[in-house]
């Protein structure tokens, strides 16, 4: 994808989230949008700084680079939400394109996609986008609204 389509999904998900998290649709809902907004357009947008150094979808499309910025808000208490942005780039990027990512770089150059992605410049981009962020807003209900009742007793979610 694209850096238009990276935030297009950014913004999407902030919106849809808003709702999986608050659905209510109130004040709360709208809060709770503002607060993921800029966190994840931020996430969203940083493994592509790795086009001016590096090597493009490897540098920083990786988990070892999804760990340290996960780790952030565990360890420093700061940029909470910014990991969801670099991990939804990545899900757009492996699904969503023909070329994939290399999870793990820098131990295997080996790059990871779906077969159902398209080219970065194709006329089905937006549609794709649109497709995988739907993909991973479906993924986020689930983990917020059906996954708890499975879990053990005690054990809780830290969202």
Do not use: C, Q
Request: proline letters at 7%; hydrophobic letters at 55%.
């Amino acid at each position: 994808m694209d850096k238009r389509g990276h935030v297009l999904n950014a913004v999407f998900l902030a919106v849809g989230l808003g709702f999986i998290l608050e659905p209510a649709g109130d004040v709360a809902t709208f809060r709770t949008i503002a607060a993921v907004f800029v966190p994840l357009v931020l996430g969203a947008l940083f493994p592509d700084v790795d086009t001016h150094f590096g090597k493009h979808r490897k540098t920083l499309h990786n988990l070892p680079i999804l760990g340290i910025v996960a780790a952030y808000p565990i360890y420093f208490g700061n940029l909470h939400w910014v990991w969801l942005g670099v991990l939804t780039h990545y899900v757009l990027d492996a699904l969503g394109t023909t070329r994939g990512i290399a999870l793990f770089y820098p131990l295997w150059d080996e790059e990871f996609g779906a077969p159902i992605g398209v080219p970065v410049s194709s006329d089905y981009a937006d549609a794709m986008m649109l497709a995988v962020t739907a993909f991973e807003l479906v993924v986020a209900a689930g983990l917020v609204h059906v996954l708890p009742a499975y879990l053990p007793e005690g054990v809780t979610l830290p969202f």
